[in-house]
């Protein structure tokens, strides 16, 4: 059983930098396919990155700006976001799915969620 707990939300004006963190139990990154997602009012829930064999995917929007990494123990991801923007503002989430190796942009391929931290961008 995988358990993710988000931190790291918060108010920045537009152009500001926060990081987001995502602790797991009951596994590491060597055997857990993590991903960050987000959702705005109203939207669905959006791509931001994933995390995969040690190696990051950034969804367009996202591209250039954020950077997905771990620390040494393999069980905190981060997601630095740099030059943010309004339009980033939402929910965040992290997400994992024990035993998958390869690459997902979709919601239904992760099974266990965080319960999201709040990021808000103020023009």
């Known amino acids: 059983q995988v358990q993710l707990v988000e931190s790291g939300g918060g108010l920045v004006q537009t152009g500001g930098s926060l990081r987001l963190s995502c602790t797991a139990s009951?596994?590491?990154?060597?055997?857990?396919?993590m991903g960050w997602f987000r959702q705005a009012p109203g939207k669905e829930r959006e791509f931001v990155g994933s995390w995969i064999r040690s190696r990051p995917v950034y969804g367009g929007s996202v591209k250039g700006r954020f950077t997905i990494y771990e620390d040494d123990s393999k069980t905190t991801l981060y997601l630095q976001m740099n030059s943010l923007k309004p339009e980033d503002t939402g929910v965040y989430y992290c997400?994992?799915?024990?035993?998958?190796?390869?690459?997902?942009?979709?919601?239904?391929?992760?099974?266990?969620w965080g319960q999201g931290t709040q990021v808000t961008v103020s023009s």
């Open positions: 997400a994992g799915q024990p035993g998958r190796l390869y690459y997902s942009d979709l919601v239904r391929e992760y099974d266990y």
């Open positions: 009951g596994g590491t990154f060597n055997n857990i396919a």
